[in-house]
């Protein structure tokens, strides 16, 4: 079902794409996912009030959940940046393979730290719909991550992104 959109997408893999394309699409993608996501979860949570979270929670728990999935956000996309040749969108992916620097401890650490950003911005929102939104999205981009990104991969980069997938987990890091 999703062979066609894994076939594009490994087609526009092995485009050259200059720096200003580059910086756009980071530019774009940045924003749907710093601040689009988040607006949409705020949105839906206004559709559905009501506390989640006593008031001296709120402020604890969405600051830890920021707290760690920033830096495991940052640190994936200027190793994509960096090392990988690419951007995060999929319309300008990575040259390379990467399985080091964050990707060594689990292989989607940039979705990790959307997920506890996200998670965060739930919990500060403090609505029932926000929590309820956050999950349901998060659950759309963890299918989108098993049904296409990983095929993706497995097609641009074959057996050793198949070895890596047995070896790292997906997305709970391994830290040893």
């Not at 830096?71 to 200027?78: G, I, R």
Request: net charge positive.
């Amino acid at each position: 079902m999703f062979d066609k959109l894994v076939r594009y997408l490994v087609e526009r893999a092995g485009k050259e794409y200059s720096a200003k394309y580059r910086t756009v699409a980071t530019i774009l993608g940045a924003a749907l996912f710093l601040a689009g996501w988040p607006f949409l979860v705020g949105f839906i949570g206004g559709l559905f009030p009501g506390a989640v979270f006593s008031d001296a929670a709120i402020n604890v728990i969405s600051m830890a959940l920021f707290v760690l999935g920033v830096p495991w956000l940052v640190w994936a996309v200027v190793w994509q940046l960096w090392k990988g040749q690419g951007t995060p969108v999929p319309a300008v992916p990575t040259k390379k393979f990467l399985q080091s620097g964050p990707y060594r401890y689990c292989r989607h650490p940039m979705m990790l730290g959307f997920f506890l950003y996200l998670a965060g911005w739930a919990v500060r929102f403090n609505q029932a719909g926000a929590c309820l939104g956050a999950l349901v999205l998060l659950a759309l981009l963890v299918a989108e991550i098993k049904l296409i990104e990983e095929k993706e991969l497995e097609a641009r980069f074959g057996d050793a992104y198949r070895q890596y997938k047995k070896e790292t987990p997906f997305f709970i890091p391994k830290l040893k």
